[in-house]
């Protein structure tokens, strides 16, 4: 099924979005040609719609994985994938980064750690993710990192700070900003990043500090899930013997980092009002800038899906992680 849908991939359109950052469009524009203009985004987005719709029913019929496909249909151009690059000794201990072709100046670093319960998951699954992110002229990190059974909890925050202290001293050597190095997870891939990003124990470990961060971007995150009522979760966090500092929300201060948080209006998975809308509450009574996004047309996998083109008109997902890190204060 891989080699179908990449040589479907092949017919497809190239999606390369234009290089980081973008420029403002010009000006002298009629009205009417914004009317236009407009008019062919609006279908442009019914559109999308309907190819989501479509995968929707493909993913459920086709026998394949959605990552699967979602990869099958990814461009492979706009970057250069460097693999298998080792931030610690283990087998789990490697990432894969994404550099983005075409830039001048040091780019923006993200360091994006995918979600599976800490149970699952492969940075390879991810590369759609990842493309989407360095089409935009960003360098992209997917670390693994260790899961249950091997380990339990804090060792796949331990993995996870040794990534990003990795990011740090190597992120140059591929055209990376190390002092725009931003902290990005997809549900309990969000968990880890926020960790890092509030909870200064775990990069202070590795004699680095969470104020280095440029911030956090949080997609269908777990930042608030005690009592823990999942029993594939319980054990991977020691319950019912759970710490109260195991959660994100409780380590919020002043001094956390910029945050954008995108999370679905409903969501069964991962409750977005003792999550997603907490935190950012924690947040702004704290004064940290907090921006949060909900979107109607989203589910917990989709959130992260509609970075990959093909379901980009679920909602402005890509748009929203760009303008973040663009808005740098």
């Not at 019914?46 to 029913?57: F, G, P, Q, S, Y």
């Not at 902290?183 to 309990?188: I, K, P, Q």
Request: charged share 15%.
């Amino acid at each position: 099924m891989r080699t179908v849908w990449r040589a479907v991939s092949r017919r497809m359109p190239d999606p390369v979005l234009p290089a980081w950052p973008s420029r403002p469009d010009p000006g002298g524009v009629r009205a009417a040609d914004k009317r236009r203009v407009l008019e062919k985004q609006r279908m442009s987005t019914l559109a999308l719609r309907v190819i989501a719709l479509l995968l929707a029913a493909v993913f459920g019929l086709a026998g394949c994985s959605p990552v699967t496909v979602l990869n099958g249909l990814t461009a492979e151009t706009g970057y250069v994938q460097h693999p298998t690059l080792p931030y610690a000794n283990g087998p789990r201990h490697a990432l894969d980064l994404y550099q983005p072709l075409g830039c001048t100046d040091p780019a923006p670093v993200v360091v994006f750690f995918y979600g599976g319960s800490w149970r699952s998951g492969e940075r390879a699954e991810y590369r759609f993710a990842a493309a989407a992110l360095a089409q935009q002229g960003l360098l992209v990190i997917v670390p693994d990192y260790r899961l249950y059974p091997e380990v339990t909890y804090p060792a796949f925050l331990q993995d996870a700070a040794r990534a990003v202290v990795w990011t740090f001293q190597n992120a140059a050597n591929y055209g990376g900003d190390p002092g725009r190095i931003y902290v990005m997870g997809h549900s309990a891939g969000a968990y880890l990043a926020a960790m890092l990003a509030y909870d200064a124990r775990w990069l202070a470990a590795e004699q680095h500090s969470p104020q280095a961060l440029a911030g956090f971007i949080g997609l269908a995150g777990p930042y608030s899930f005690l009592p823990i009522e999942d029993p594939e979760v319980q054990p991977i966090f020691h319950w019912p013997k759970t710490a109260p500092e195991t959660q994100p929300l409780m380590h919020v201060t002043a001094h956390a980092p910029r945050t954008l948080l995108i999370s679905p209006e409903h969501d069964p998975v991962v409750n977005p009002e003792r999550n997603s809308v907490a935190l950012a509450a924690a947040l702004q009574r704290a004064g940290v800038a907090v921006t949060l996004k909900r979107y109607e047309a989203l589910n917990h996998a989709t959130t992260l899906g509609a970075l990959a083109w093909p379901l980009r008109g679920l909602a402005p997902v890509l748009d929203d992680i760009t303008a973040f890190i663009a808005a740098v204060p």
